[in-house]
């Protein structure tokens, strides 16, 4: 819908169409769970939603990016193949083993805690950085564009944020769940 109503709106708009596009459609981020369990959630509920929204993804973003390949004026630089293994080395395989270890070895499980909390912190920061450096060169020249894209952004993370709240209350989801809805549908990986 996004796309279809800004087509005509020139290159800038269409590409900020389509990051809107791909942050609706990319998993809930890992640190969802960190933040569910630190805001005293249900986190079975928030790993259930990483697991499920990380198998969509290894499914939907190719199919997506396909469709979206033959947009004029879009450029895709990396090959289906090796954007379903990035879905899956970044989402999948991780959420895997991390469920694995806490279900067949709890104790260890929550001795690596601690570590895999700071290593997701530097590696959330890290990843700021590279996307930030990567939007430096483009600033000035897409002063217009950028702004359009940061309100969008935010309005669109407020929304994800309160549609999951309204959604968790009016399915009578206690106070633990609400919290896991919450953070699942608004913290994507983008």
Do not use: C, K
């Amino acid at each position: 819908i996004a796309y279809g109503a800004v087509q005509f709106g020139g290159e800038h708009l269409r590409g900020i169409a389509v990051g809107l596009l791909l942050s609706v459609m990319v998993p809930v981020a890992m640190t969802s769970a960190v933040w569910t369990r630190a805001s005293q959630g249900s986190v079975a509920l928030a790993l259930g939603t990483l697991a499920v929204t990380s198998l969509l993804a290894v499914i939907l973003m190719p199919l997506l990016l396909g469709h979206l390949a033959g947009v004029p004026g879009l450029e895709l630089g990396a090959s289906l193949h090796h954007v379903r293994m990035q879905v899956v080395l970044a989402f999948a395989v991780p959420l895997l083993l991390g469920t694995t270890i806490r279900s067949f070895i709890p104790a260890f499980a929550d001795l690596l805690e601690p570590f895999f909390s700071i290593v997701s912190m530097f590696s959330l920061l890290a990843f700021v950085a590279d996307s930030a450096s990567a939007v430096r060169p483009h600033l000035a020249t897409h002063q217009g564009a950028l702004g359009i894209a940061v309100v969008l952004t935010v309005l669109l993370n407020a929304g994800s944020y309160g549609v999951g709240y309204l959604v968790a209350r009016a399915r009578g989801l206690d106070d633990a769940e609400t919290v896991a809805v919450v953070f699942g549908t608004g913290m994507r990986s983008v």
